[in-house]
C-alpha cells in the first residue's frame, strides 16, 4: 500500500521558517522522484521543488530558490522541505508528492496536505 504521510505546517509570521516532513512506505520511496507541490486558495497545484532517488539532483520552482531547500533521507524514507523566508504569497497547502512509473505507466501519489500559512 502506497502511503505518504506529512508532518509540520502552520502560522508563521512572514521572513520566518518552517520545516514540513513527509515519509513514505517502502515500496515506492526507493523508486520514486520525491518532492512537494503547493496550492493556494483560488489556484491550481504548483510544484515546489523534487529530489531524485539518489538526492543527488533537486529542481524548485524560481519563487522558492535561495529560500526552500530540499532533501531526501534514504536510510528514513523521508523527504524535508526547509522553507525560509516565508512570505505571504507562500500561504498555501503543501503536499508530498511521489512520482515513478508502474508497469510501464507513469503514476503520482499524493500525501494529504499540510497547510502553511504566513502571516502577522
Known amino acids: 500500500q502506497v502511503q505518504l504521510v506529512e508532518s509540520g505546517g502552520g502560522l508563521v509570521q512572514p521572513g520566518g521558517s518552517l520545516r514540513l516532513s513527509c515519509t513514505a512506505s517502502e515500496s515506492i520511496y526507493s523508486r520514486y522522484v520525491m518532492g512537494w507541490y503547493r496550492q493556494a486558495p483560488g489556484k491550481g497545484r504548483e510544484l515546489v521543488a523534487t529530489?531524485?532517488?539518489?538526492?543527488?539532483?533537486?529542481n524548485a520552482a524560481d519563487s522558492v530558490k535561495g529560500r526552500f531547500t530540499i532533501s531526501r533521507d534514504n536510510a528514513k524514507k523521508t523527504v524535508t522541505l526547509r522553507l525560509n523566508n516565508l512570505r505571504s504569497e507562500d500561504t498555501a497547502v503543501y503536499y508530498c508528492?511521489?512520482?515513478?512509473?508502474?508497469?510501464?505507466?507513469?503514476?503520482?501519489?499524493w500525501g494529504q496536505g499540510t497547510q502553511v500559512t504566513v502571516s502577522s
Open positions: 508528492s511521489a512520482e515513478g512509473v508502474e508497469g510501464g505507466i507513469p503514476v503520482h501519489y
Open positions: 529530489v531524485t532517488t539518489s538526492g543527488g539532483w533537486t
